[in-house]
């Protein structure tokens, strides 16, 4: 199970930092990829993958904004956004996939496990 938390409202140029605490897997043994689905759209690829024992990564529209850490003691992954803006305006999920392949998967039909989301709305 995954639990998405920390979203909500906040103006242009604000921060929000959301949790993903992860129970029934061992969160050491799996990557979490980070996605958004904004209003009348499709869930976007992945934003930002906390990669087990490597780097982290994000994708260009976000790096430099966006960062993602975990925890593992806590079976918590974190996502920090900086510099938000109108267009980062969405439901923004959580997914465990196991590290199967690659550790780069992009889409969300590669992941294994999602969370519910939460909502987080930048407006000014």
């Known amino acids: 199970q995954l639990v998405e938390s920390g979203g909500g409202s906040v103006q242009p140029g604000g921060s929000l930092t959301l949790s993903c605490v992860v129970s029934?897997?061992?969160?050491?043994?799996?990557?979490i990829g980070w996605f958004r689905q904004a209003p009348g759209k499709e869930r976007e690829g992945v934003l930002c993958?906390?990669?087990?024992?490597?780097?982290?990564w994000c994708a260009d529209s976000v790096r430099g904004r966006f960062t993602v850490s975990r925890d593992n003691a806590k079976s918590t992954v974190y996502l920090q956004m900086n510099s938000l803006k109108p267009e980062d305006t969405a439901i923004y999920y959580c997914?465990?996939?196991?590290?199967?392949?690659?550790?780069?998967?992009?889409?969300?039909?590669?992941?294994?496990?999602w969370g519910q989301g939460t909502q987080v709305t930048v407006s000014s």
């Open positions: 997914a465990a996939r196991w590290p199967h392949q690659t550790d780069y998967a992009q889409r969300p039909d590669e992941y294994e496990y």
């Open positions: 029934g897997l061992t969160l050491d043994y799996y990557n």
């Open positions: 993958i906390e990669i087990t024992h490597d780097s982290p």
